[in-house]
């Protein structure tokens, strides 16, 4: 891959221990190895101190496994002398060459995420680019010439550029920065050339007055021979919004804390203080809006038997290899692999742009109605793979286990020292979740039941979702494999 950039000065040797401490870096327990660092460009407009810029630096890894390639970002603020403020964020001191009198210009070089003084010059860039003329994020400019990076911003919106930055800490894959009560920025740092699906449908469903996302104000590119490599996109900040994973957490605890509370010790989930069921309907409601947004603004297709016949087969190679990982998964191999033979029976299904990773985490309640984020999919897939066409019952199955979680999450978070009072527990939480999702099905639906074909379409997908889970959960939580295998057994 070639870009506009060049060589950077930034010390190739100063970068593996960055790398490996960083929340970001998505090759943790590997063994790799930098095999060179790109200067794609310089931010514009910005004061003389810091220089702020953006290196692109390139990962091989060693140990034989896919991907054997990747490259991450690095924004960094330039500063001729140590800011004692950003030694948390300190990545290297350095020569970036002769400077204008011909001499050493030795910098401090400081990831920009932390330095408000840097953020603010990106901002600023935003704000300085004109509106565009229509031309979408999903269009693919190839080895565009010209500036080396390239601020866009959608029209309708004025920018806060005095706004101050905080970096959002709780963030695993990317970097986000809040500027004030106006915007948020997120810094994608594992960098593919090609459109970001998260930039593509922020973008489509902004221009077509979508109710249900964040609005997308602008994002940041550069050029390459494989086509962009889109850096960071700026959204409206919804301050005031509420996480639905929390949300549900808290409706857990309501109906346990109410039942335990209650003469009897029983409660049933519409019945708690905490029903969270006319939430869990609007969502639904909310998910179709986008899902038909989705269809009338990107290409549909249709699986046909055959393809439905390989989507089975695909399903049913993940659950003979995730059993060897987890051996319980053995005993419901019958049962799952004729759910997945099902999908080869339907005379077709419709395919279209999903979230591809949609759970509670990914949704948001603002005082007005639920907007739904981080439309990226999968991480670990590869970007054409995420721009694929799926299912949209992909979608709602991920959120009908996401329900189970948050009911699992409070009764494992809080253990119960009596056996038959643990047991109790979990049946409430375990009705809480299947009125939770029923509610969220029929707002999906308009209150209408699934046909045969829905049913057998789901039932797969949500299968789909809990093998992968069990495997998950085996590798890093092993405490929480029971509610996987539990949704399995209940099938």
Request: glycine share 8%; proline share 6%.
């Amino acid at each position: 891959m070639t870009t506009p950039g060049s060589t950077s000065p930034l010390p190739v040797d100063t970068l593996p221990a960055h790398l490996a401490a960083a929340r970001w870096f998505g090759g943790k327990g590997r063994e790799f190895t930098v095999t060179g660092v790109t200067r794609l460009g310089e931010i514009p407009g910005g004061p003389p101190e810091p220089r702020v810029v953006v290196d692109l630096v390139e990962v091989r890894y060693d140990d034989g496994a896919e991907p054997a390639h990747e490259l991450y970002q690095l924004p960094l603020a330039l500063y001729e002398h140590p800011q004692e403020r950003l030694s948390h964020a300190f990545i290297s001191w350095h020569d970036e060459g002769p400077g204008t009198d011909g001499t050493e210009h030795w910098v401090h070089a400081y990831d920009a995420v932390h330095d408000r003084e840097a953020m603010a010059v990106w901002l600023a860039a935003f704000a300085a680019a004109e509106p565009d003329d229509g031309d979408s994020a999903g269009e693919d400019r190839g080895g565009a010439a010209g500036d080396p990076l390239l601020f866009h911003r959608l029209a309708g919106h004025e920018l806060a550029v005095d706004a101050t930055s905080t970096p959002f800490s709780g963030e695993q894959s990317n970097s986000s920065v809040m500027f004030g009560d106006d915007a948020l920025m997120k810094v994608f740092r594992k960098v593919t050339p090609g459109v970001n699906p998260d930039v593509e449908i922020h973008d489509a469903l902004t221009r077509a007055g979508s109710e249900h996302v964040a609005a997308l104000y602008g994002w940041l590119e550069a050029p390459s021979d494989e086509g962009p490599l889109q850096l960071a996109m700026l959204q409206q900040f919804l301050k005031t919004a509420s996480d639905g994973f929390e949300l549900a957490l808290a409706s857990v605890r309501g109906l346990l804390a109410d039942a335990e509370a209650s003469a009897d010790g029983e409660l049933p989930a519409d019945e708690a203080g905490g029903d969270f069921a006319d939430e869990a309907y609007r969502l639904g409601a909310s998910l179709a809006d986008v899902h038909e947004a989705l269809r009338h603004h990107f290409p549909t297709g249709r699986r046909d038997t055959d393809a439905l016949g390989a989507l089975a087969r695909t399903m049913t190679d993940r659950l003979r290899d995730a059993t060897a990982v987890v051996p319980e998964l053995a005993e419901h191999t019958d049962r799952l692999t004729a759910t997945y033979a099902a999908l080869a029976r339907l005379p077709g299904a419709l395919v279209q742009r999903v979230h591809g990773d949609l759970h509670l985490g990914q949704t948001l309640r603002t005082v007005v109605n639920w907007k739904i984020v981080d439309f990226e999919g999968e991480p670990a897939k590869p970007l054409a793979d995420r721009r694929e066409p799926d299912s949209p019952w992909r979608d709602v199955a991920g959120m009908l286990r996401s329900f189970d979680y948050a009911a699992h999450a409070v009764v494992l978070a809080t253990p119960s020292l009596d056996p038959e009072e643990g047991e109790h527990r979990r049946d409430r939480a375990v009705a809480w979740a299947q009125h939770n999702a029923t509610a969220f099905l029929a707002g999906y639906t308009g209150d209408r039941d699934l046909t045969a074909d829905e049913q057998a379409l789901l039932a797969a997908y949500v299968a789909d979702k809990a093998v992968y889970e069990a495997v998950y959960e085996a590798r890093n939580r092993p405490g929480w494999l029971r509610i996987p295998l539990a949704a399995l057994a209940a099938l």
